[in-house]
């Protein structure tokens, strides 16, 4: 599966499918000069691509936006995607490209956004990807969370949805039902069957189905373990078994 992502980006053809920010991006690291075009008779870009190198290039604008720049965004990047160690220069170079071009992480946001529009659980795994990343220093910086809240609003989170997202990686509101979206008078028995449901809905294994690639099951696995741990407290606190 590695060479399946990584293999794809070495061609000027997914840029030109692509189009837009992020398939400039991926031919300034190809080496082509690529024409951002509609309707590219390559087909429809692989939906791995468009998540890996979106994540590349809002991490990349985020890391610009905190104002310093090193190789921990980078490290935290390859943690949720499995990069070869023949491409990790190449992963640099992507960085370093992304916060150079002239796009805004506005356009980056809103092509993934319009990408995606119809799959917000894929936005939600960019957005946690994001999350993690962000987190690489030990904690989200205030710069880093406005951002994350404006990438959340351009793939149109409602409020209350990013401060969930956000809940799973920050001690902003230490809230259990919060992170599972759950209403305190919910019964025993709905709060049990709407932890179900999210288990079911998050688990690594729709990672897969959802064409991403199965390194990205990584960010799956931290959101599982989360909502677990929300619903233990939960279940404690309630003294269900």
């Known amino acids: 599966m590695i060479q399946s992502i990584w293999g794809k980006l070495g061609g000027a053809g997914i840029g030109l499918a692509l189009g837009g920010p992020i398939g400039a991006l991926l031919g300034g690291v190809a080496g082509h000069v690529l024409i951002d075009r509609e309707g590219a008779i390559f087909g429809r870009p692989p939906r791995d691509v468009i998540f890996t190198m979106g994540l590349v290039a809002l991490a990349a604008k985020m890391a610009k ?7 921990r965004e980078v490290k935290a990047f390859e943690q949720i995607i499995e990069v070869p160690t023949s491409e990790h220069d190449r992963v640099k170079r992507l960085f370093a490209l992304a ?33 993690h990343i962000a987190k690489a220093d030990g904690a989200v910086h205030e710069a880093e969370f406005a951002y994350l809240r404006d990438v959340a609003t ?29 209403d305190r008078d919910m019964s025993d028995d709905e709060v049990k069957r709407h932890y179900r449901k999210l288990v079911a809905e998050n688990h690594p294994d729709r990672e897969i189905a959802r064409g991403l690639p199965p390194e990205a099951v990584k960010i799956a696995t931290e959101r599982l373990a989360v909502i677990n741990a929300a619903w233990e407290r939960i279940a404690a606190e309630r003294n269900l078994r």
């Open 154 to 182: 351009i793939f149109a989170f409602a409020p209350v949805d990013f401060e969930r997202i956000a809940a799973r990686h920050v001690k902003q509101a230490d809230d259990p039902y919060l992170i599972l979206k759950a």
């Open 65 to 71: 936006a905190d104002g310093v720049v090193v190789d």
């Open 99 to 131: 916060m150079q071009t002239s796009d805004g992480f506005e356009a980056y946001a809103h092509q993934i956004g319009d990408a995606f529009k119809d799959e917000p659980a894929l936005l939600e795994d960019v957005l946690d990807g994001l999350f």
